[in-house]
């Protein structure tokens, strides 16, 4: 389960903030299915997750969601 | 404990380690990288601005006066020697990444985009020059990824995830190799080298308002302060002008390179006042000290006075999202501003560590020995910011730090080369090789503590943020040290809750928290040390440069001795640039 946290640890400070209050809010209550997802957004190279998060990237659809969760913080 | 053999063991997979690597591979040796986060998330990622070097392509330009500007910029406490080899070699390591496939932005004409960046000149001292070439905003990212294609190419053996503990030492102080653990097994590699290199990037984190990454904790210097080598200049540290108030988050020199500027309460442009030339494009440390000072004496924005404004509205909306895409959605996210129409309120934020792992312009670590201050610790090498060469002296300018990494990369490797062919054997590890490492390990098992490892990191981070800042005086500094040595103690005293042996993020956070003590003593001891102001170090008690007593690198032992080893003055082929008064 830690992976996800030690994954979200980033080279660009921008992500490791906005990824680190996104955890500290949902880590817990994520399910299955929102981890994978979510491991998979972590896949992307940090330039493109962070255009991803600010809404100018492509996202899949299935990461939709979960990026409503990350971009509110 | 697993074994592994490599000819090279790279501890770092940012743009220093990954370009050594890549010479390295390509010349047939067996090379290991060892990164604790995926290769092209490392925090070279993260550079913007993009790499300095003369190639003249908008402005006429010549590799000596960037190395006039090097010197100049690092208050005269660079190595003349070492900067030489980086101005002369600039060009020829930028077009090799071009040839690699970095996809730098045009000019008209087809060649490498360059702007212009603070510090830089043309004819010693004369007109701006504009000389940083980039690859849009996204320069550090290009690099990484271009180096990493190109090292999958040649074979270079990652381990990704893997976090280094300590060097494996021979009796007489040679270096075998790293432990590493492997943070997804939770177990312990020994990977054994006949040369090890270190380029584990910088510290920020010893403060609390930085602009750097997470990761950036310091592993290398703690590992070679363990090791017994001291660690060099560690009083100079960047504040950069302009991180995002609250959040550390940077806005790039770029903004000021296109003409941005910046505005104190009043709504005065006040780098007239501090550098009537060169203004919001003076050196960082000119900037951050202006900007500091501005709120300190009253002058700040804002209800409490403690910050200033980054004003760009006035360059134009599509010029800003043409030639800064990025910044918009930064001042978005962070401080909840949208540039187009409102300015960036901003402080200066620790960014750069200019001190390091004390090397010589090759990449060989070097230590005081009896033969002199420079003795090479056989098998060691280090390069990028967690090395001091020393090339950024006690101020480093934007856009050199990428060319440091390029330009040293590739110097170490041809001495490693050089290094192998001459040892084309290593003597066995003994049985104690891997002990300290291991002790390490062994450490963070304990259950019994009184302490918690968050909470002394997030101390810390406060007192080298109040004691240690932009301003320094003796008995700030000094009351600094004596709280530091009960967070110290504090961490001795630490548990963590997490023994689980898969991505145990508790004691991966322990481990860098150790490394990061190390770092911060070195820096608050040596810059209560050095009784004067120095580019970067800037002493309310002490404001002049003092040439007389302190044209000398400082050397913090990590029993708490402080040694000084003389700068070298002399470059290798053309004349010194003796000290002069830094004026912009
Ligand atoms: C926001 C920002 C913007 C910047 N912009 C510019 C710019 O425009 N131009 C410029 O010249 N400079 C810039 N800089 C500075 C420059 O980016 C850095 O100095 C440089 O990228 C450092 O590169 P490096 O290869 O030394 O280390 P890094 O890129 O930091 O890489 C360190 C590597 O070491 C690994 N590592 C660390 N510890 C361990 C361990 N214990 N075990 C295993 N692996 C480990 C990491 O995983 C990583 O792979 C900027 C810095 C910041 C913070």
Redesign the interface.
């Known amino acids: 389960m830690s992976a996800i946290r030690w994954r979200s640890r980033r080279g660009m400070l921008e992500l490791d903030i906005v990824l680190a209050k996104f955890l500290d809010r949902h880590e817990t209550r994520l399910s299955e299915d929102e981890v994978k997802a979510y491991l998979g957004l972590l896949e992307y190279p940090d330039a493109e997750l962070w255009d991803i998060i600010t809404g100018k990237g492509e996202p899949e659809e299935a990461e939709e969601a979960l990026l409503e969760l990350i971009r509110m913080n | 404990m697993e074994k592994r053999k490599f000819d090279v063991a790279i501890i770092g997979a940012g743009g220093a380690g990954m370009r050594a690597a890549l010479q390295l591979s390509t010349a047939g040796y067996k090379v290991a990288v060892l990164s604790k ?2 290769p ?7 550079a913007q601005g993009g790499i300095t070097a003369a190639l003249g392509n908008v402005t006429e330009d010549n590799w000596l006066w960037h190395m006039y500007d090097t010197v100049k910029g690092s208050d005269y406490l660079g190595d003349q020697d070492a900067i030489e080899y980086m101005c002369r070699m600039g060009p020829q390591v930028v077009y090799e990444m071009e040839h690699f496939g970095l996809p730098f932005s045009r000019l008209e004409n087809g060649k490498i985009y360059q702007r212009p960046f603070g510090g830089q000149s043309r004819n010693f001292g004369g007109d701006q020059a504009t000389r940083t070439c980039a690859a849009a905003d ?1 320069t550090g ?1 290009a690099m ?2 271009t180096l990493y294609q190109r090292n999958i190419q040649a074979k270079t053996h990652f381990f990704v ?1 893997f976090l280094a503990i300590d060097l494996v030492r021979d009796a007489e102080g040679r270096v075998q190799g790293v432990v590493a653990l492997d ?2 097994k939770g177990e312990p590699l020994l990977v054994e080298a006949r040369a090890t290199l270190l380029a584990t990037g910088g510290a920020g984190r010893i403060f609390q308002a ?6 950036n904790t310091g592993d290398g210097l703690g590992m070679a302060s363990r090791a017994g080598i001291p660690l060099e200049d560690m009083e100079f540290w960047q504040f950069h002008p302009t991180g995002v108030m609250g ?4 806005i790039s020199e770029g903004v000021r390179g296109e003409g941005g500027y910046l505005v104190n309460g009043a709504g005065e442009r006040f780098m007239e006042r501090y550098a009537p030339h060169a203004r919001d494009l003076a050196g960082r440390d000119v900037v951050a000290r202006a900007i500091a000072i501005e709120i300190h004496e009253g002058r700040g924005c804002g209800p409490r006075k403690d910050h200033v404004l980054l004003k760009l509205d006035h360059i134009g909306k599509d010029e800003i999202l043409d030639k800064l895409p ?1 910044i918009r ?2 001042a ?3 401080a909840h501003v949208d540039p187009l129409e409102a300015p960036i309120p901003v402080v200066p934020t620790a960014h750069y560590m200019m001190g390091g792992i004390p090397t010589r312009y090759r990449g060989q670590v070097v230590v005081p020995a009896r033969t002199g201050p420079e003795e090479a610790v056989p098998g060691l090498y280090a390069i990028g910011e967690c090395a001091c060469v020393s090339v950024h002296g006690a101020n480093r300018l934007g856009g050199n730090s990428l060319l440091d990494l390029l330009v040293f990369g590739q110097a170490a490797a041809e001495h490693i080369v050089e290094f192998l062919k001459e040892n084309p054997t290593s003597p066995p590890i003994r049985k104690e090789g891997p002990d300290l490492a291991l002790a390490r390990l062994a450490r963070w098992e304990r259950r019994e503590g009184s302490e918690r490892v968050a909470d002394v990191y997030r101390d810390m981070q406060g007192i080298m943020q109040s004691h240690c800042g932009v301003f320094r005086r003796a008995e700030v500094l000094k009351e600094g040290i004596v709280k530091l040595e009960e967070a110290r103690q504090r961490l001795d005293r630490a548990a963590i809750g ?1 023994h ?1 042996k ?4 508790a004691r ?1 956070e322990a481990l860098e928290l150790e490394n990061l003590m190390e770092v911060a003593f070195a820096t608050i001891r040596s810059a209560a040390a050095r009784t004067e102001s120095r580019g970067a170090h800037a002493r309310d008690d002490y404001p002049e440069r003092d040439d007389k007593n302190w044209l000398k690198h400082t050397l913090a032992h990590g029993d708490g001795t402080i040694d000084y080893k003389p700068v070298r003055l002399k470059p290798l082929s053309v004349p010194s640039f003796p000290p002069k008064t830094r004026t912009y």
């Open positions: 986060v995926f092209t998330r490392s925090h070279t990622v993260a996204r990212h990484l990824h995830e943070m997804e930085s602009t750097n990454a997470f990761i959040a550390g988050v940077l990025g959605e930064i978005l996210k962070f997490d689980s898969v991505f145990n993020t991966v």
